[in-house]
């Protein structure tokens, strides 16, 4: 049996249920409720039976030895590296024809993927020391100036999504904050209508993000260098690729970019306003609508092409003008409106929607499952004497809003994410 096609049914009924209450207009039905319940346990027991023949696949291959592949050396008692460009050279010698493996790679660990193992190189490749995975993620998340202010969660090692609750808001009307809890004003012995939170399914998968770094045999034999090298290599572009995809993923296979997301707030160009230019209004505007509850956390991520536009900001005073306030901030402080302005390359080009973005990154989250996962292949560059290492990341995002709100008083919405239109 096919058991994530029929998860997949499962979940696309429970959805279809939830669709249809909504596109009436009504909550759901006592009948409607009893089985988007039903179809709950059917798919946790199918999410439980699904992991469970993957653990049990994996342990079957582990066992297996592998044709055409390094045979393991002398057993060890302890997993011990001098350092990581000794485990990178181990990873290498299991990976070439006739080679050993260093028991080491074996030790402790399992399969890292579905049908495979990591005592076949093709397969599962070796899963990181954990001493040097958190070594490497540090060194992302110093080196990432988007995703490092997120709201990051890390994944369990028996779960690969995570699936939450969230407050289904969007509107600070009477009845409506919080999804429709409401108070009221009353005289003594009188009573009010009841009401409650209105709460919504955040559900967020595991994706992939994998960089390849191509080696000379030479450099493979220095482990200092080696060392060195993948270290700076792999988390640089990590962040890059992460920064890029928080900014700008389009939510498939990758995270849900800000720029793509529902809850993006874009502010108008002024009339008449020149093509690739950025005004005192456009910020004075986009500061009005980030929510204000996220401005304490707020940071404005710009493309370094438009810091000309911001040195030079004017406003109209009576027949003449004089220099922006915002302009002369951010020059003495680098600062505009007291919060921190920083230069990212994955903004837009100057004039587009993303080439200066107002965020309050902990309303975006990022989970990751924080085993690395190294893989190396003589084969792939054999012509140029060079080897390849790969290295995956179990990692996805999505902003923790679905839609701007709208105030208790007035129209304009609010957002965490506000960015400014395109000025063509």
């Known amino acids: 049996m096919d058991f994530k096609k029929l998860l997949k049914q499962k979940m696309d009924a429970q959805a279809g249920i939830v669709n249809a209450a909504i596109a009436a207009n009504r909550g759901m039905t006592a009948e409607e409720k009893a089985q988007y319940d039903a ?212 939510g498939t296979g990758i995270p849900q970019g800000i720029l793509k997301s529902d809850a993006l707030v874009t502010v108008a160009a002024e009339t008449s306003q020149d093509a690739d230019t950025i005004n005192h209004w456009n910020i004075l505007k986009m500061y009005n609508r980030m929510y204000s509850r996220s401005r304490g956390n707020a940071v404005w991520f710009i493309n370094q092409e438009t810091e000309p536009q911001l040195e030079t900001m004017t406003i109209t005073v009576g027949t003449g003008g004089e220099v922006s306030p915002y302009a002369k901030e951010y020059m003495e402080r680098g600062t505009i409106k007291g919060r921190p302005v920083i230069p990212v390359e994955q903004c837009s080009a100057l004039g587009t929607v993303g080439d200066i973005i107002l965020a309050d990154m902990s309303q975006y989250m990022i989970i990751d499952k924080g085993g690395v996962n190294a893989q190396s292949s003589v084969h792939v560059r054999f012509l140029y004497d060079e080897n390849v290492m790969r290295f995956t990341y179990r990692v996805n995002g999505m902003p923790l809003w679905d839609t701007a709100v709208t105030p208790y008083k007035g129209s304009s919405t609010y957002s965490p994410f506000v960015a400014l239109a395109t000025r063509a």
């Open 39 to 250: 179809l709950e346990i059917e798919i946790v027991n199918l999410e439980a039976t699904i992991e469970a023949q993957a653990q049990i696949e994996a342990r079957e291959a582990a066992l297996a030895t592998p044709v055409n592949q390094p045979t393991p050396a002398i057993e060890v008692k302890e997993k011990k590296w001098n350092q990581f460009g000794d485990f990178l050279q181990a990873v290498r010698a299991a990976g070439t024809p006739g080679g050993i493996i260093d028991n080491r790679l074996l030790y402790g660990v399992k399969a890292s993927a579905s049908g495979g193992s990591e005592a076949v190189n093709s397969d599962g490749g070796f899963l990181i020391d954990e001493q040097y995975v958190a070594e490497l993620l540090t060194k992302v998340h110093d080196t990432s100036a988007i995703a490092s202010r997120c709201r990051s969660i890390p994944i369990g090692p028996n779960a690969n999504r995570i699936r939450m609750n969230g407050v289904d808001e969007t509107s600070r009307a009477n009845g409506s904050r919080w999804g429709g809890v409401q108070a009221y004003w009353t005289s003594e012995a009188e009573t009010v209508a009841s009401s409650k939170p209105k709460f919504k399914k955040i559900e967020l998968n595991l994706d992939k993000l994998m960089a390849l770094c191509y080696l000379t045999d030479e450099l493979m034999e220095d482990a200092v260098a080696l060392e060195a090298i993948i270290r700076q290599a792999f988390a640089e572009e990590l962040a890059f690729k992460l920064d890029d995809a928080v900014l700008n993923g389009a």
